[in-house]
């Protein structure tokens, strides 16, 4: 077997990975479309309900940008969507004027344990666990 096998196998692997992503959001923002979030919403409401390394639940939102699958400008928009809709809350970070912390809400953490077992059941379906 040559090179030209070894990267149709490589391609091929990388198209699989790609498929089960695409099915694997699909369940999960079906399944969330009853609470008014989609996968990338609840991706940034879990990890904020996860704990944050901040006393007051709040995480930077630079440091989110790492953690999710979104360009940075997606994710800003992504929480000005979900402040918007009284899930989570902004602050300007004093050590930092250009840093901007994001934390949940009441509201937010409320709606996250309400989605969080719908998610966990979509996640299984879709990966077959």
């Known amino acids: ?11 091929e692997r ?8 695409a099915r694997t959001l699909g369940e999960i923002d079906r399944a969330l479309t009853p609470y008014g979030i989609g996968a990338s919403d609840f991706e ?6 996860a704990g944050t390394p ?5 995480c930077r939102v630079q440091d989110l940008t790492g953690r ?4 940075q400008s997606a994710l800003s928009r992504l929480i000005a969507r979900l402040e918007r809709d009284g899930l989570v809350e902004r602050a300007a970070c004093p050590e930092d004027r250009r ?21 966990r059941a979509a996640l299984a379906r879709a990966l077959g666990g």
Do not use: K, N
């Open 54 to 58: 901040r006393e007051d639940g709040q």
């Open 68 to 71: 999710v699958h979104l360009s």
């Open 1 to 11: 077997m040559g090179a030209t096998a070894d990267g149709a196998r490589l391609e």
């Open 14 to 21: 990388w198209r699989d990975i790609l498929a089960v992503h």
């Open 44 to 49: 940034v409401l879990d990890l904020l309900a």
């Open 99 to 119: 840093g901007v912390y994001v934390g949940l809400t009441p509201r937010g953490r409320a709606r996250h344990a309400e989605a969080l077992p719908v998610q």
